[in-house]
């Protein structure tokens, strides 16, 4: 039953990619083939496991949005050190640089946060479980772009 269920979502996620929504009168087929072709051929395989990135999402929006915005796109000036010196939150959507860090790394960010280290990044590890934050950053990792996704793939897989 929720395997149907994944699979139709992901149908239909994967169909509205493909409709380009920036060219919406275009009746080119044969270059939106060969540009899906050649994603596939470039992007690793993508977390498929929708109840997980939702479940992640939630968690999210309960526990993080309100410094990384509701979308992940962190505050303007995040280069920029306060009047004390710390980092405002940075975004998280992959614009910033949070998927040059393998999945161990920011496991460990989230769970200790950065309050000892001069940061301004709360520790979550007596909020959430392992599985809570594995589940934030699949809901996380489902907001990068997929030239993005690939580029941290290939950085996790170093790290293995
Ligand atoms: C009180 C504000 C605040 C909340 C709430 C918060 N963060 Fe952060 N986060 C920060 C700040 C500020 C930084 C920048 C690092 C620093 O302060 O040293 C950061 C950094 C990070 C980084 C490292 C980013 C990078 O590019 O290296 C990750 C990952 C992250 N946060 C994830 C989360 C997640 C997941 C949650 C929710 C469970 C969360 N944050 C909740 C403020 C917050």
Not at 25 to 54: C, F, H, W, Y
Not at 117 to 136: C, E, F
Request: net charge neutral; proline share 6%; glycine share 8%.
């Amino acid at each position: 039953m929720s395997a149907i269920y994944n699979i139709v979502v992901i149908g239909i996620i994967g169909s509205l990619g493909l409709t380009g929504c920036d060219n919406p009168g275009s009746t080119n087929n044969q270059s939106q083939a060969s540009q899906s072709a050649s994603t596939k051929a470039t992007v690793p395989p993508r977390n498929e496991d929708m109840q997980q990135i939702l479940r992640g999402g939630r968690l999210y929006q309960q526990n993080c949005a309100v410094c990384h915005g509701r979308l992940a796109q962190g505050t303007s000036n995040w280069r920029q050190r306060d009047e004390e010196g710390k980092f405002p939150p940075p975004p998280l959507d992959g614009s910033a640089h949070t998927w040059h860090h393998p999945t161990a790394q920011l496991i460990e960010i989230i769970e200790n946060g950065t309050l000892d280290r001069g940061g301004n990044m709360p520790a979550w590890k007596d909020v959430l479980s392992k599985r809570d934050i594995k589940d934030v950053l699949a809901w996380i990792k489902a907001q990068w772009p997929d030239e993005i996704y690939a580029r941290w793939y290939r950085i996790d897989q170093r790290a293995q």
